[in-house]
Nanobody
Framework: QVQLVESGGGLVQAGGSLRLSCAASGRTFSSYAMAWFRQAPGKEREFVAVVNYSGGSTYYADSVKGRFTISKDNAKNTVYLQMNSLKPEDTAVYYC??????????????????WGQGTQVTVSS
């Protein structure tokens, strides 16, 4: 069993930055791909970014490419999401998730086995 705890959300003005963290319990964190998803009020949960088990490969949604950076520190059992040039449309609850499968990291939420409780990010215009 893996427990994920997000932190770092908050209120920021458009153009600002935030860094989200997701701390994981368990000894097998280094073998998991990790992703960030987000869900805005009245909308479906959507993929934001994913990093493979080693931290060496990343993939982003088009909406955040060039503004967000995902990274994974296996020594600290933590995954990060650095968010720059934030826009009001980035406002959502952000969730981290862990995928036990081997192979190409997935952008589908259905492939993820463990989820955090979420952290609110609000970007004011």
């Amino acid at each position: 069993q893996v427990q994920l705890v997000e932190s770092g959300g908050g209120l920021v003005q458009a153009g600002g930055s935030l860094r989200l963290s997701c701390a994981a319990s368990g000894r097998t964190f280094s073998s998991y791909a990790m992703a960030w998803f987000r869900q805005a009020p009245g909308k479906e949960r959507e993929f934001v970014a994913v990093v493979n088990y080693s931290g060496g490969s990343t993939y982003y949604a088009d909406s955040v490419k060039g503004r967000f950076t995902i990274s994974k520190d296996n020594a600290k059992n933590t995954v990060y999401l650095q968010m720059n040039s934030l826009k009001p449309e980035d406002t959502a609850v952000y969730y981290c998730a862990a995928d036990r499968r081997l192979g190409v990291p997935s952008v589908g939420s259905y492939d993820y086995d463990y989820w955090g409780q979420g952290t609110q990010v609000t970007v004011s215009s």
